[in-house]
């Protein structure tokens, strides 16, 4: 699948039972609806194809991993019904992969904000570089990690968690997030963590699609609540993106740009 425009992409390829999906957005490869939707498609098509046996997960570029929710989105929601179509999204993705299948390995070759730190903890294994810093930035525009929180703790437990949503200004350098759970690999650069995935993903390709389909069954235990768990936290946030302190947030830091 490709869908490549001015406003971003999400593709995949396949090649000896490993499928890469990419996306990418211009501004820092943030997260607008249409590409959060493509990707939780292209996660859920490639879980369910025969021929794929691992998932590797990336975004293009080599400097941010992911920015999050898409700014220029969250200021045109008018609505209930918006914002939950659209926190909704990031749902998708999550759920998308905790019922993949497949593992899926997650190439993380810099920063992680908002939704990018739910997806990086909502991957199997992520591999990340020394510039990979995380930042939970949800409460400094009114709203909360509300939607990504589940992956995050389980990840990084209650304690990481919640010094990353409370002090929500504050980066985590990508040494803490590795010593706390969130990252499995730290290397130096991205040609580092290029090899580093692909040799765990021919690894894998070679691997049993039986065993490591029962124990992804296993790591994910105690989530099945989580298709009508997420959706109600995606409705707070949906409900607080329309909130004067929102607006007013973000305006003050796309203005800042």
Request: proline share 2%; hydrophobic share 40%; charged share 20%.
């Amino acid at each position: 699948m490709t869908d490549i425009n001015q406003n971003g992409y999400v593709k995949s390829e396949s090649q000896n039972g490993v499928t890469t999906i990419e996306f990418f957005h211009p501004q820092s490869n943030s997260l607008p609806g249409k590409i959060l939707n493509e990707l939780a498609n292209a996660i859920t098509d490639a879980g369910n194809n025969a021929k794929s046996k691992v998932i590797i997960l990336k975004s293009a570029g080599e400097k941010a991993f992911c920015a999050g929710a898409s700014f220029d989105e969250l200021t045109q929601i008018k609505n209930e019904t918006e914002g939950l179509e659209f926190f909704g999204g990031f749902a998708k993705v999550i759920n998308a992969l905790r019922l993949c299948p497949k593992f899926v390995i997650g190439r993380i070759q810099g920063k992680c904000v908002g939704g990018g730190v739910g997806i990086a903890a909502a991957v199997d294994y992520a591999i990340a570089t020394e510039a990979a810093e995380v930042k939970l930035s949800e409460l400094a525009v009114g709203i909360g990690p509300f939607v990504v929180g589940p992956a995050v703790e389980r990840k990084t437990g209650a304690a990481a968690f919640s010094t990353m949503a409370i002090d929500a200004t504050g980066w985590r350098s990508a040494k803490w997030a590795n010593e706390n759970g969130l990252f499995a690999e730290l290397h130096t650069d991205s040609s580092n963590i290029d090899a580093a995935v692909q040799r765990l993903a021919s690894v894998l390709s070679q691997s049993s699609p039986h065993a490591m389909a029962e124990m992804k069954k296993i790591f994910w235990e105690g989530t099945s609540h989580w298709d009508q768990l997420l959706m109600e936290r995606a409705k707070i946030s949906g409900r607080l993106v329309l909130s004067d302190f929102t607006k007013t947030a973000i305006e003050k830091f796309k203005s800042k740009k």
